[in-house]
C-alpha cells in the first residue's frame, strides 16, 4: 500500500511548509530477505521500473546465506540420553565454518554435556560443501531470463535452470573415511538446496540499503555517482542524512524519490515482519525488541540551530570527500614512484589518465556540494588551515624523489615520460581550486 503522501509531501504542495528546505532521512535495515517475483509484483502495482527496485541476489551471496541458515539448528539432531566417554544427557546442534571464502565450508556436529564430571562442548567435523556451479550452466543468461521474465508475462521462464541449482551445491563426507548417519546428510541435502533456491531468487536486507543509501547520498563518498540527492550525513549519524527538498533524482523532486524509497522499504519490512517473543527458551525475559528494517522522513524546519548544523555537517562531509580524493592522488603518486625508471609513454598516459579522472570526480562531486553552499543561510564555514597538510607533504615528498630519478634518466623517452607525469602532478597540486 502507498503511503500517504501528508507523511512526506510534495514540493510546491501545501504539505511541505513554506519554510521547510530540508527533510531529515532516518533509516535502519535488519537482516532479512524477499522473493524476487513477489518484489515484482508489488512494483508493477505501484508503477516502478525495474532499477527502482533491489537486484536480485548472485549465487555467490546466496550460498553464502544458504549455508549460514545451517548454523545452530535446534531439533534437527536429537538429544542423546547416553555417549560413551560422557557424563548423562548429551545435546546436539549443526556448526558451520567457512574454509575458504566463498568457497568449501566444514559442517560440524556440536556435543555439549558433562564429561568426567565437567561441562564439556566438542565439535566433529562431518561434511564438506562448496558452492560448484556446472561448466555447462550459464548462471547470468538464467539470472536475466529469471529477472525477465518476472517483469514481462511474454517472457517465459527457464525452469531447467532453476532445478539446475541444486547441482551447484557440492556435498561430500568431512573425511574419505568420515561415518555420516544418512538421515543427518539427508536433512543438511534438503535444507541447504531449499534455502539455497529461495535465496538465490531473493533480494536482501543488503541490497535494499545499497539502494536506499546510494538514492539518499548519491554524488558523495567512494564511487562516481552522479544522480540521487546528494545528502549530507547529519551529524556523522550513520544512517541520518539531510536533502535538499529542491533536490533531484533523475526526472523525481525529492519528496517523490523519499516517498518511493520509504514505500519501497515499508514493503520490505511487512514481509519480514515477525512477532516479537518476549521469553527465550528458557523462560528468560528479552526486554528489547529485535531490530527491524524502517525508514523516516522529517521535515527539517529552518531554524538557525538547524542551519548551524547543516554547515557543520557540509563542512565535516566535504573534508571527508576531499580527504578520500587526495588519498587516491598520494597512492597514484607512490606508485609513480615506484615505478619511475621504468616509466614509458604507454604507462605515463594511464597514470596521467588516473590522475585526470580523479579531477573530473572532484569536480562533480564539488557541484553538489556547491548546491548545498548556495542554499545554506549565512554561507558555508572555510577548511580547517593545515587539513590535508600530512597527505600534501607525503604527495610533495615522493614527487622530489622521483624528480631525482629523473635527474639520473638520460634524455630519452622514458626520461620525457617521467617529466610528463610530474608536471601534471604540479598542475594539481597548484590548482587556484585546491583547498
Sequence with gaps: MMNDNSVIGREGTA???????????????????????????????RGWTRNEIPEMRTLSKAYNVAKDNLAGLYGVLPVLEELEGWDGQVTQEIKVETLTR???????????????????MED????????????????????????????????????????????CISMEPYWIDTEVDVNLDRTIRERILMSFREEATSIDHKSLKTMVEGTVKGGYGRGTLRNGLGGLRWRNQASMYAVRVR????????????DRLESLVQMFAHYNRSRHRWYNENSRTIRQQRKETSMSVIQLIDGERELE???????????????????????????VLELASELNTESADKIIQRLQDIQEEKVTIASRYDEWSEELEGGVPQFPEGTFREIDEEIERNLSEVTVTLSRLSDDDDSHSVNRVVDMFQTVLSSPSRF
Design 15 to 45: 504539505d511541505v511548509a513554506d519554510s521547510i528546505r530540508y527533510f531529515l532521512v532516518c533509516y535502519t535495515f535488519a537482516s532479512g530477505t524477499m522473493p524476487y517475483d513477489d518484489t515484482v509484483e508489488r512494483a508493477l502495482e
Design 309 to 335: 548544523y547543516l554547515r557543520q555537517c557540509w563542512l565535516d562531509s566535504r573534508i571527508q570527500s576531499e580527504a578520500i580524493h587526495r588519498d587516491n592522488e598520494r597512492k597514484l603518486s607512490q606508485e
Design 102 to 120: 566463498n568457497g568449501e565450508c566444514r559442517i560440524s556436529v556440536r556435543r555439549r554435556g558433562r564429561m568426567n564430571g565437567r561441562d564439556h
Design 124 to 167: 566433529t567435523p562431518v561434511i564438506r560443501i562448496a558452492l560448484s556451479v556446472p561448466d555447462d550452466f550459464d548462471v547470468a543468461t538464467w539470472r536475466e531470463n529469471y529477472i525477465e521474465s518476472a517483469w514481462n508475462d511474454q517472457v517465459p521462464r527457464d525452469m531447467e535452470g532453476i532445478q539446475r541449482l541444486n547441482e
Design 247 to 258: 533536490a533531484r533524482h533523475g526526472d523525481a523532486t525529492a519528496a517523490e524519490t523519499l
